[in-house]
């Protein structure tokens, strides 16, 4: 059984002093109509866990998120959210603001890889590390966001929220 996760982006609106869901959609060949895009369709648990735990053992340090402020989104997105937290199997449900996550990947370029072979036995031995699949989340986001928001180049990154959270 593996771990998925569920991202939602909001862009802050100025007058309604609100955060609105960001929505790009993708054509369903299958049942012919428009279905909402993944931001990250995939699964990497250990970048799950680098977002919910983190420590420096590892390189992916603390990632700054908070829990989520409901009182901060258009009232149909907290709706979405509130039914989404009583869904049995969902949990670790936070957000982060784009500026702060470009933060945390320039601090955190590189990871431990555990996937490569080491030898630690050897006196010189160095973990070998891996670019933080973390950063390449933020670059993803930012593409969508590209597609998605016309005016995505003309707003600071702390316009820009992304909510999280896991299930099983």
Known sequence: MGVDIHIKLFKYNEKENIFEKITLYRWDKK?????EA???????SEMFNGMTVGDDIDGYGYFPSSPICLNSLFELDKKEIEEDMKTMGYYDFNEINLAEMALYCDRHKKVVDYNAEWNDEDPNFIKPTKDNPICSLFEQICQYLSFADDYWDFKPLSYYKVIFYFDH
């Open 31 to 35: 049942t012919g109509k428009y279905q």
């Open 38 to 44: 993944d931001v990250f369709p995939g699964r990497d």
